[in-house]
Nanobody
């Protein structure tokens, strides 16, 4: 099994920066892609922020392109999200995600979430 622990986040001013980290434990060799999603208060939907494959192919949500950067540790067990030029629309709870294959399907493992607050 895989477990994820997030750290980082907190508060920043508009235009500021924060860095999120996600460390996996357990059977991390099985992790395929890792990514970050965010959820705003009152919404059930989690929006893709960024993802990174084992081959270090990256994908970004449209609203964060050019501002955020996702990286992954060489052993593929951890990922980080550098968030620059933060805007009030970035206010959300950020969740780390790992895609882990099982016998019949690929399922998502989620971190506990970390709150990001951007003030003007």
């Amino acid at each position: 099994q895989v477990q994820l622990v997030e750290s980082g986040g907190g508060s920043a001013r508009t235009g500021g920066s924060l860095r999120l980290s996600c460390v996996g434990s357990g059977n991390t060799e099985a992790i395929m892609a890792m990514g970050w999603y965010r959820q705003v208060p009152g919404s059930q939907r989690r929006e893709l922020v960024a993802s990174i494959s084992r081959e270090i192919n990256t994908e970004y949500g449209q609203s964060v392109k050019g501002r955020f950067a996702v990286t992954r540790k060489n052993d593929k067990s951890a990922a980080s999200l550098q968030m620059n030029n933060l805007q009030p629309d970035d206010n959300a709870t950020y969740y780390c995600d790992a895609e882990v294959p099982s016998v019949r399907e690929v399922h998502d493992v989620w971190g506990q979430g970390t709150l990001v607050t951007v003030s003007t």
